[in-house]
């Protein structure tokens, strides 16, 4: 790794490969703490990661890093790219790539420092050093984190090109764009002779693999006539795009956690990430080439994943969002206030129970009821302090993946969902008003936040006003669900109670 810098602030020293091999014994005064896995020193990168935030921080790379030192290897080593901002290029490259996860709550194991993030490269300035990363023939998988705006999907689900950024990178400059990175990355593998690759999503989307897959597809037919023939075959015999779902509650990382990791390191790390003592992720078993071993971390490798993804979606996130929403518009700041609220944590299990578990198919050997409780646990956890703002982002995007297949069942089954039906006008509110019950300011962090604000200015002050003036924007709603009465009348009834009551 380039470009190191030791100095800190309050003269201790920050976490780096020599300055860890000093650090002697492995307890501080606030802790253990448990050194990389593997040697970082001699691992050799072997997946291109796209979207190092800190969910993947606290999830893949722990599972790749236990699963490569399980197995003896050394050739998993992760080139992150951060996509949107330098951040965490600049708090891991002076650190050597090192970082340590901090879990937070009931049998929460000590401190763990990794070691498997060997390079971070910023897409916005280096996307041919992207490109040249993807495909390189150490590389076997390329793994994905770009949240579900990363996508750029139109309201239809496909590549969206009337966006201008996708539209450039179409036009061959050099890729911004999640997509555009990966297939120009799967192009100069093509031309290179770099062989069989897979690409593998671990985001909050149905069917994400074959996502994926579709938007690739979708960037290949825009391409100009004079494109050069023959990727789309290549990357259809060489590429896989297996599904995933992955979970873990990983909140932003605070200025009390940082005080808290240094305390047991006995070292600044600016790159702690927070996560809950719970990970979990399931991966459909159709890879193109090599792939670590996973299931020596506890990972579950399988041929059907969307039961999987369907009851961690519809069950944890849907009831995730309903939380946040209600949350913050009651003035609760953290998940785990909002599940303390008796009137909330009946609307959340209610939500499970009464209109989630009838959609769903129960993959085989889990218990839903049980399921359903350990999701409460989970979103009770005191010492995780995950802000309901936090979760409340980017609702457009959300909300389809989320509450309204739910919804679409429901209503196909001749029933109204009415708690998903809650958790939809509990969002309309919380976009329509923009503050809490204490007068405090919700911030509207979602890319249609402009559109959203010209429906709700449209709606303002009526409840059916506004139901139906945000049920009509149609990238996330669809042409459908604004047609359905029952539906219409439960939001509009919903919204009403929630603007005067909260
Ligand atoms: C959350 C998820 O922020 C959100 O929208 O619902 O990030 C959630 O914490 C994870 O999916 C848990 O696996």
Request: aromatic residues 4%; charged residues 25%; hydrophobic residues 45%.
């Amino acid at each position: 790794m380039a470009a190191r810098g030791r100095a800190v602030s309050d003269g201790r020293q920050r976490l780096d490969l020599r300055t860890l091999e000093q650090q002697q014994p492995r307890v501080g005064p606030g802790g253990r703490w448990t050194p990389p896995a593997v040697d970082p020193r001699s691992l050799r990168v072997g997946i291109v990661h796209l979207g190092i935030g800190a969910f993947h921080r606290a999830h893949q790379v722990v599972f790749t890093e236990l699963a490569a030192a399980a197995a003896g290897r050394d050739d998993w080593g992760i080139a992150g790219v951060t996509q949107r901002s330098a951040s965490v290029r600049d708090q891991l490259i002076p650190q050597d790539g090192l970082y340590s996860v901090l879990e937070r709550g009931p049998d929460a194991a000590p401190l763990r420092v990794l070691g498997s993030v060997r390079e971070v490269l910023f897409g916005a300035a280096d996307s041919a050093a992207v490109v040249d990363r993807i495909a390189d023939p150490a590389v076997r998988v390329v793994t994905l984190t770009v949240t579900e705006k990363g996508y750029r999907r139109d309201g239809a689900g496909q590549l969206n090109l009337s966006d201008p950024q996708v539209l450039a990178d179409v036009q061959g400059q050099p890729p911004r764009t999640v997509v555009g990175q990966l297939v120009r990355g799967l192009q100069r593998r093509w031309e290179r002779g770099a062989g069989p690759v897979t690409v593998l999503s671990c985001d909050n989307l149905v069917g994400n693999g074959d996502v994926l897959r579709g938007l690739v597809h979708d960037f290949l037919d825009a391409l100009p006539a004079s494109a050069p023939g023959g990727l789309a075959d290549w990357i259809e015999a060489s590429a896989r795009f297996p599904c995933s779902m992955v979970d873990r509650i990983v909140p932003a990382t605070t200025a009390e956690d940082r005080a808290d990791a240094r305390t047991v390191l006995g070292l600044d790390d600016h790159g702690v990430v927070v996560a809950e003592p719970f990970s979990q992720w399931v991966i459909q078993d159709d890879f193109a080439a090599d792939r670590p071993a996973w299931e020596l971390a506890g990972a579950v490798l399988t041929k059907d994943v969307a039961a999987w993804e369907a009851v961690k979606l519809r069950m944890l996130n849907a009831t995730h969002s309903l939380l946040a929403y209600l949350g913050a518009l009651r003035g609760y700041d953290t998940i785990a206030a909002a599940l303390s609220d008796d009137h909330l944590a009946a609307a959340a299990d209610a939500l499970m129970v009464e209109d989630v578990a009838p959609t769903l198919r129960v993959p085989d050997g889990l218990d839903l009821a049980d399921y359903r409780r350990g999701v409460l646990r989970r979103f009770a956890n005191p010492a995780l302090r995950h802000r309901t703002v936090q979760v409340a982002m980017d609702g457009s995007q959300k909300l389809p993946v989320r509450l309204l297949g739910t919804v679409r069942d429901r209503l196909a089954a001749g029933a109204v969902p009415q708690h998903a039906a809650l958790a939809v006008a509990a969002w309309m509110t919380y976009v329509a008003e923009g503050r809490d019950a204490h007068g405090r300011e919700l911030p509207l962090d979602d890319p249609l936040a402009v559109r959203l604000r010209a429906a709700t200015a449209a709606g303002a002050g009526d409840p059916r006003r506004l139901v139906d003036s945000l049920l009509r924007v149609e990238e996330i709603f669809g042409a459908d669900l604004p047609e359905h009465d029952g539906f219409r009348a439960a939001l509009t009834d919903h919204v009403a109670r929630l603007t005067v009551n909260r």
